[in-house]
């Protein structure tokens, strides 16, 4: 935000005129983002909310809005303006921007939602638009036909129709302004979806998500979520969406969490008139209160009995303040939080706030995906609305394909706790996905050894884990390395060669969490995807003295140790012992390897070979190295991650035996396992500064690998496939695809030629 002098604040800067209209990314959590868009009254950051300004009815002042609230923009109804011949004159000769005095960006809708209250209006479609342009907003809205939930499918199909019929000649008429293409498409999967494909094809430069109002008004929040998901994924993602009507806080988290990056709010002044104050937990009458619900700045020497002894305008005003002030702070957590890569939980806490709430976000998190986890009355609730839906007509599991949507932009591993907030925690969908890769990617030894009938799941206590079982695992190593050892966690079974991977080592919560014994044919059923459901499963308490003696034990009683006494296993020959241990240290490396770097595990055991370790004074590794001492990984303590070096990223280009991606290829259903990490190809005016390190832009991308995702480690090279540099993805496919500005590979190494 520019510098406050005396309550007041700077005009904006313009944005770089080759920028105007782009939008970039400038941090993300999963489909959570922030951006920047760039228009020629500054560069707005989003998520942001754009109060409603009526030109006629000014409850606070939009230089106010500016200068004290740091709003970067506002929407206004230039249907209005044009039908009020005072207000028009005044737009067309002076501007937008000085008949409302508001220096930042202004956008302006068309009418539509006058004619969804009043019926028809008499303005023409190119008309309005030209209006708009006329007047100088830097957003303009074409004049869409609105979609109201209670309208049977051919109707809906008409709205959707005729508003794409008029898309042309909107965008003809915009000329150079950002024009707002709405999606229209009631509550009917397709035609929502139908909408968001063709509008998406237009050069439209935002996307507001229309026909909301009478959905948030009747609490459909299920619908609402429904309505995101059908449609905000087949949306270009270069394009910010905005949530036509939505202005009440307590929709802010999940609405960001699914994508939104525009809201805009009437609700504060009409809430306001009612003398309702909005929460982000709900909305509460100013009649009842004795404390606020929020002691927000603007009432801070106020109680709400003397607000309500007020006489009404400036009442209506202090209260348009301060629903203000909370709609702004609540926006401000859900910043924060996708910063803090914690969108989802926020919105996960804030579903408790209202049952229709609770509903659309237990519909959201526990579609199909999750039967593995047996929520018998979640899955029960899920099939119930199956059927009352109107997409019965199209197959329920293609929610799957959103949920997936969101699930495959999420990064993992992430760094810190994961905080345990019950059923909820295992549906989180970064869980999920660490739960995916480990699914897809992680395999049990081939080795033919004793053991291999086997598998011991540790069991009772949180991590780490490393102390207490390090010994007994130099001994199992030696006496029967074919025996896999899984550590049962909350949110299903680690291989202890990923002891220390977030999320699963790092779920904080309750003793009884960790205490539970697990049942054996749950476990099984874990088991049976990595091929290990035929072991015998031997289960072991890790809590309390004597770990070792009471595994050894098991294993000897279920015959694993095969005639090998128990007191025989300890080791007592050093080399054996630093022979185990070089074999258990290859096997964390080359297992992470495997799940971060997509890697094929028989290509990883050869490359690790003859590799040795650099260890710390605890006995952790440093730093892995080859056998000519080149240093290619590095564990990190912080979320159980590989850090790649130049010379690792040279060892495992070589990998490399698909061909070099040539466009931009959208991930198929199919696990792309084993193809090593993605490739992106950048141009030749990239090339120098990538091989110094710099980072890589969008715009200067040629093409990637299908399965690229946000936070995964990646490879930079030129179209002849040589290796410029490697790094770390900002973006999934579609991103690297259409975005024309903002960081998409934070380069980590640059390989000099
Ligand atoms: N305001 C609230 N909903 C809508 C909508 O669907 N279309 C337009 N143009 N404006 C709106």
Redesign the pocket.
């Known amino acids: 935000m520019a510098a406050w002098r005396d309550g007041t604040r700077d005009d904006p800067i313009p944005c770089r005129e080759a920028d105007a209209g782009l939008f970039e990314i400038t941090a993300r959590d999963g489909r959570g983002r922030l951006g920047k868009l760039h228009t020629q009254h500054g560069i707005l950051e989003t998520p942001a909310l754009l109060p409603v300004i009526n030109p006629n009815i000014r409850t606070i002042e939009p230089r106010e809005m500016w200068d004290r609230y740091g709003i970067g923009a506002l929407i206004t109804n230039s249907y209005i303006i044009w039908k009020h011949e005072h207000l028009k004159e005044m737009a067309i000769s002076e501007g937008v921007h000085s008949l409302l005095n508001f220096p930042g960006v202004i956008m302006s809708?068309?009418g539509?939602?006058q004619s969804y209250i009043y019926g028809d209006v008499e303005v023409g479609v190119e008309e309005i638009v030209q209006f708009q342009c006329s007047i100088g907003v830097d957003i303009a809205?074409m004049l869409?036909v609105?979609s109201r939930p209670d309208m049977d499918e051919k109707e809906v199909a008409q709205c959707v129709e005729e508003t794409i019929q008029r898309a042309p000649a909107s965008l003809d008429a915009a000329g150079s302004t950002m024009l707002n293409g709405?999606i229209?498409g009631g509550l009917f999967k397709h035609l929502r979806t139908e909408s968001a494909q063709k509008m998406g094809q237009l050069d439209f430069s935002v996307h507001?998500i229309?026909?909301?109002?009478p959905v948030m008004e009747r609490h459909m929040y299920k619908d609402y979520a429904k309505i995101m998901l059908s449609s905000i994924p087949h949306l270009p993602p270069n394009r910010p969406v905005h949530m036509?009507?939505c202005g009440h806080p307590m929709l802010f988290p999940m609405s960001i969490a699914l994508g939104a990056d525009l809201f805009d709010s009437a609700a504060y002044a009409l809430f306001a008139r009612d003398g309702r104050l909005l929460t982000p937990w709900g909305t509460q009458k100013i009649a009842k209160l004795v404390e606020w619900p929020e002691r927000m700045p603007c009432v801070s020497s106020v109680t709400p009995s003397e607000v309500r002894e007020m006489a009404e305008k400036e009442r209506t005003a202090l209260l348009a303040r301060y629903n203000l002030e909370v709609t702004l702070a609540e926006l401000d957590r859900c910043k924060q939080a996708i910063r803090d890569g914690t969108i989802w939980r926020l919105a996960e806490r804030r579903s408790h706030q209202h049952p229709a709430l609770r509903e659309a976000f237990l519909w959201l998190s526990t579609s199909p995906h999750n039967a593995k986890f047996d929520l018998k009355n979640l899955e029960e609730l899920v099939l119930d609305d199956r059927d009352a839906a109107k997409d019965t007509d199209h197959p329920a599991g293609k929610w799957e394909d959103a949920w997936n949507w969101i699930v495959k932009a999420q990064e993992s591993p992430r760094k810190g706790g994961e905080p345990w907030g019950g059923e909820d925690t295992i549906v989180r969908p970064h869980i999920i996905s660490a739960q995916n890769t480990l699914k897809s990617r992680w395999r049990p030894r081939e080795k033919s050894q004793r053991g291999d009938d086997s598998v011991l799941i540790a069991y009772g206590t949180s991590g780490p884990w490393r102390e207490r079982l390090s010994d007994l695992m130099l001994r199992l190593e030696h006496h029967c390395p074919g025996l896999e050892v899984m550590i049962h966690t909350p949110i299903g079974l680690l291989p202890y060669s990923l002891e220390d991977l977030n999320p699963f080592t790092h779920i904080d919560g309750p003793k009884w969490l960790w205490r539970r014994k697990p049942l054996t044919l749950q476990v099984r059923q874990e088991l049976k995807q990595y091929g290990m459901d035929n072991r015998q499963i031997i289960m072991v308490d890790m809590l309390g003295d004597g770990i070792q003696a009471r595994a050894i034990h098991a294993l000897a009683q279920n015959g694993v140790l095969d005639g090998i006494s128990e007191a025989n296993t300890q080791l007592s020959d050093s080399k054996d012992r630093s022979y185990s241990l070089l074999s258990l240290r290859r096997r964390h490396v080359g297992d992470k390897m495997a799940l971060l770097m997509n890697l094929n595990h028989k290509w990883i055991s050869t490359l690790l070979e003859e590799s040795s370790f650099v260890v710390n004074r605890l006995g952790r590794v440093k730093n892995v190295l080859l056998s000519d001492g080149t240093h290619i990984v590095s564990p990190r303590l912080t979320d159980g991650g590989l850090s790649l070096t130049n010379d690792g990223a040279v060892a495992i280009h070589n990998y490399r035996n698909v061909p070099i991606p040539t466009g931009f290829e959208q991930p198929s259903s199919e696990t792309l396992s084993d193809l090593g990490p993605a490739w992106v190809v950048v141009n030749v005016d990239a090339e120098p500064f990538v091989r110094q390190g710099r980072n890589v832009f969008h715009g200067f991308i040629l093409a990637c690998d299908s399965w690229i995702s946000p936070g995964d480690t990646c490879l930079i090279v030129n179209q002849s496939g040589e290796l410029l540099g490697h790094g770390i993805s900002n973006g999934t496919v579609r991103d690297m695809e259409t975005f024309q500005k903002g960081v998409s590979v934070k380069t980590r190494g640059g390989i000099k030629e």
């Open positions: 809708d068309s539509t939602f809205t869409d609105f709405p229209q507001p229309g026909g909301i109002v036509f009507g």
